[in-house]
């Protein structure tokens, strides 16, 4: 009888607990619904990005969650079609993978729910209304231009991450602005893959193959601090200048520090404000445009300050 | 799952007073896992109109159907006192090998899909084969293919995703018959099977017999080690068609798919009423272990509960669920 009774305690327990989840619902069950899915939660940058969305949506009084698939693909495909059950009004999508994403972008079109892509495009872009990304080919032509102003030549490492398309625009980007610079030599081009560890030891090698590194290009902050860490460990930090794109937290530190040379500041705030503004037009029967570019800016030390400095811009 | 109460072993007519009899049976030893299915059924019916909407039970039978395909295959290995952590990595080399061969080398999908199937097959039987020829425990054997298996499905991919659109593939998980989806009408079709030979056939008897225990069954002139062998080889049979399924379905062969897959197809045959130390379990009990995983999951997202919250929640329900099972158990003897 007594054992009855605590089974019958802890199941009032569970109900407790999800009625109110329920009641958080209920509540607020009055106007637009959205959701969105980003490729991790634990990246700051799309934290920051949901921080805008949230704030955007929730001033339309409407409002949106947030999905973390944590780089599992066909977890993010799940958790998406989940959503669609539910009956949102439209979907925020940052892709885990730009090309296995299609299920869900099907899924999406089948319900007639709008697809707004931020930050990393998709492979099938026909499944979506708008793509809202940076302005990546401008993010390394604006480091580019930086670089000839400051240095008559030299030797250039470049640090890319060949399977991410707003990385490749941005390399791209500073390679254009490189053509027209016959002083200057790409003497290594290594892939890091867009993180620290992969960095690190990647332009070790290259600091071992050559003796005259001046300038490092990393095809985002994590990849140019890898760049830093080696170049510091090897005491060679003073003669080399380093460009990055993203502009987050730490890579504004650095360049206060004069570590780092400039980074193309990334707006993750823009994006969201921007995806959301989209988002509602596009409900409202506007026609929007498939692909819009966020504006990005190149900080350096004698701007730094103007940016906040412990979150993104 | 009609047919364990309406079809009667000795041949001896059904009666109502029988087939009552059975009904009060199963629902005793399966308490805990159809409690739970029918609990969170109905929590998520009152916390969602959206739950109940055929759509959406549709989507939830489709999201089980990859991970029942592994627990269903897990029972086996789990009856015999064994595990089989290679499931998840066996998966995601099937699954790209098969979208690899279709897209690479340009292969006809019937061909592609057997090369996948007895790469399953066989990557099952070395784990068999290891595993019954000698007294390392299971755990370990599968602990290292799975690593293997891994290497091997990121060295054939490159680490990439390997894209597959090619209709007469992808139809294979994207297709439906009338309402269901293809997926779930494999999951349905292979329990059928499975629970035929587990209850028919003399393998499943010798299957059951092993767990219990192995010195008995050989003395018994049961061959314990073809056994074993046989169960392992099928978990690679079924985790490959799984994995065929799997790339299909999202057009793509994803060489990182089916992490921790292992270890959701354990908790759905534990959840069933399954015994680790072997012997114990039944394929129905799985069926409903993988469809409270599938709600639970499917009504966590519904509910909108945080993603990080939504681990804690799944670990406390299995962990209450097995707690409430085992205590039901011991009050019963």
Redesign the interface.
């Known amino acids: 009888m007594k054992?009855r009774f605590i089974?019958l305690i802890?199941?009032l327990a569970?109900?407790t607990c999800?009625?109110e989840?329920?009641g958080r619902?209920e509540n607020n069950n009055e106007g637009l619904f959205f959701a969105a899915s980003y490729m991790t939660?634990n990246n700051p940058f799309f934290v920051a990005l949901h921080q805008s969305i949230e704030d955007a949506v929730e001033t339309h009084g409407d409002r949106v969650?947030?999905?973390?698939?944590?780089?599992?693909?066909?977890l993010q495909?799940?958790?998406i079609?989940?959503?669609i059950?539910?009956?949102i009004d439209g979907l925020f999508l940052n892709p885990v993978?730009w090309?296995?994403i299609?299920?869900a972008l099907e899924a999406a079109n089948k319900a007639d729910i709008p697809v707004f892509v931020v930050d990393a495009p998709v492979?099938d872009d026909k499944l979506v209304v708008s793509t809202i990304v940076s302005d990546n080919h401008e993010a390394g032509k604006l480091a580019g231009l930086d670089l000839v102003t400051r240095l008559d030549g030299g030797n250039i490492v470049i640090l890319d991450h060949p399977?991410n398309k707003p990385s490749i625009n941005r390399i791209l980007g500073f390679l254009e602005i490189l053509q027209s610079h016959p002083e200057f030599t790409v003497v290594s081009r290594l892939s890091a893959f867009g993180t620290l560890e992969e960095a690190l030891p990647q332009m070790e090698n290259a600091l071992q193959a050559h003796n005259k590194i001046d300038v490092v290009f990393g095809s985002n902050d994590p990849t140019s601090l890898g760049a830093i860490a080696a170049l510091v460990g090897a005491k060679r930090m003073s003669k080399t200048l380093v460009y990055s794109v993203d502009g987050s937290p730490e890579g504004k530190e650095m360049i206060k520090s004069g570590l780092m040379t400039g980074s193309s500041a990334q707006s993750p705030r823009e994006i969201g404000r921007i995806a959301v503004e989209l988002m509602y037009k596009h409900l409202e029967g506007e026609i929007v445009p498939a692909t819009q570019f966020v504006p990005v800016t190149l900080i350096t030390q004698d701007n730094v300050d103007e940016f906040p400095a412990d979150e993104w811009q | 799952m009609t047919y364990n109460f309406l079809i009667d072993d000795g041949g001896t007519p059904l009666t109502i007073k029988k087939i009552s009899r059975r009904i009060l049976n199963a629902a005793r030893y399966y308490t805990v896992p159809l409690g739970a299915l029918i609990?969170f059924c109905v929590?998520m019916t009152?916390?969602?109109p959206?739950f109940l909407?055929i759509?959406?039970l549709l989507?939830i039978l489709r999201?089980v159907s990859i991970n029942g395909m592994l627990a269903l295959a897990m029972t086996f290995v789990i009856l015999t006192g064994g595990i089989d952590l290679s499931v998840g990595a066996l998966l995601a080399f099937t699954g790209t090998l098969a979208a690899g061969i279709i897209s690479k080398n340009n292969f006809p999908v019937p061909l592609a899909i057997i090369i996948a199937l007895s790469a399953g097959t066989l990557v099952g039987a070395i784990n068999g084969i290891i595993i019954s020829t000698s007294k390392i425990a299971p755990f370990i054997v599968t602990l290292a293919t799975m690593n293997v298996i891994r290497g091997l499905a990121y060295i054939y991919t490159g680490g990439?995703?390997i894209?597959v659109?090619m209709p007469s593939f992808n139809v294979i998980g994207?297709g439906y018959i009338g309402p269901i989806p293809n997926p779930v009408l494999y999951f349905l079709i292979l329990y059928i099977i499975l629970d035929f030979m587990l209850k028919r056939t003399s393998f499943g008897r010798h299957v059951y017999s092993i767990g219990d225990s192995p010195d008995a069954s050989w003395f018994a002139g049961i061959n314990v080690n073809r056994t074993k062998f046989f169960v392992y080889t099928l978990t690679g049979f079924i985790t490959a068609i799984a994995g065929i399924v799997?790339s299909s379905?999202?057009?793509?062969g994803?060489p990182?798919?089916?992490?921790g897959y292992e270890l959701d197809a354990v908790a759905a045959c534990v959840l069933g009423g399954a015994s680790m130390s072997g012997g114990t379990g039944r394929l129905t009990g799985t069926l409903y272990g993988a469809l409270v995983i599938g709600v639970l999951?499917?009504g966590l997202?519904?509910?909108?509960?945080n993603?990080?919250w939504q681990l804690i929640a799944k670990g406390l329900v299995i962990l209450?669920a097995l707690y409430?099972d085992d205590?039901k158990k011991r009050?019963m003897e």
Request: hydrophobic share 40%; proline share 4%.
């Open positions: 054992k089974l802890s199941l569970i109900v999800f009625s989840a329920m619902k939660l969650v947030a999905l973390n698939p944590d780089y599992d693909q066909i495909i799940t958790q079609e989940d959503m059950s539910l009956g993978d090309k296995g299609r299920p492979y399977t | 609990f929590i009152i916390a969602s959206n909407k759509d959406n989507n999201q990439l995703p894209r659109v994207q799997l379905r999202m057009y793509s994803q990182t798919a089916g992490q999951n499917n997202n519904i509910l909108n509960i993603s990080f209450l409430l205590w009050s």
